[in-house]
């Protein structure tokens, strides 16, 4: 099956200093992804490429057929970053109305009611995103990068700073996600909630894939 | 069609955004007036200075306080963290730059609304001034002013000393559009001479620098 995501010999340097070297994989459809490794080995940096949020110094990666930062790369991925990306001064209702916007979505409002539902964030859409608890923020934000039914997730620490509760029913909303057909690449320090989840593993180290 | 519709999307966010927290509306307004209270205060003695001098002095507070407004246009996406929404959305760069065009310009004419009578009233204008045509400058010069600096405040995200950088590249690169501004101001408001000349410089000064700004767009707002 040919791979929906793939990275090859993806660099990236900030000045003179490495932050990954020469990464090369591959997700397939489906997968569930988990890229592991200490504080400052990459993952970020490498999620971030992925997303099209930063550039790689050297390397390809592609989302489907379409190159990392095209239009079509764009349409394909959702990012979860450690921030919302939602403005505090909006409702969630209206910032997920215009992420819509962006990404041109016929039905807007229909969008964005499936994305509240499939997270179970209705009981809070009407709500200003700077007023949220943290739990209640990171569900919009999942439910931000759902709303135009990508391809390809990337979520970066989703269970950082939430009540078991929360990641309980983050770790569902995954299950669900996963199930329904959608590559996950996720990194985490806690790795308890993905037990179970996890299709294959990779480890980063000072920048290179173990 | 789609990118007339993430400009609309850009700006109409940005203006209910701004319409909730009035934090650069309420900071463009205050040093506006302080321009106003200063300037016609030490021309008070003069009436013939105040007159000669009002375009001036009506530009540069409309200059200064806009540039607040223009700082806060891209510096408020990089402090909520929400740039990175912008730039990771298929949504065109030159779109984006639409949006954010049109929220400062109209955050600009807003404060100009409440800044002309003051103006009137500070500097005694005259009972034939024209009120249309100054109308016409303002709203050609914002333009000048806020086509070049969303552009410049976009491109300053770059780099560390942001604030300090706008005013340094907005105001020599805008010095043909504010003489323009100020003339045009200075011949509605006594009735001597004419403006065609500064209307036409500011017209063409505008359609240039919206063209550049658009076709630059994506420099500036690409990912690092």
Redesign the interface.
Known sequence: MAPLCACQNVSRFFGERAVLRQVSFACAPGELLYLGGANGAGKTTLLRILAGALRATAGAVTVGEAAIGSAAARRATGYLSHQSLLHPALTVEENLEFYAALFDLADARAAVRSALARVGAQGFAQRRAGELSQGMKQKAALARCLLHRPRLLLLDEPFASLDRATVSELREILRELRDAGLSVIVTSHQTEPLEGLVDRRLELEQGRLR | M?AR??A??VLR?DV??EA??REALLAMGFYALLVLVVFSFAFSADADLTLRAGGGVLWVAILFAALVALDRGFAREAA???L????????SAAAIMAGKFGSNLILILGMEVILLPLFAVFFNAPSGTNWGGMALVAFLGTWALAANGTYFSAMSLHTRQRGLLLPLVLLPVSIPAILAMVQGTQVYLTGEGMANYWLRLLIGYDVIFSVLGLALAEAVL???
Do not use: D, K
């Open positions: 789609s519709a993430t609309w999307a966010r209910r955004i909730r927290s909520e963290g929400t990175s929404g912008l730039q990771t959305s298929p949504a690409a990912v690092e």
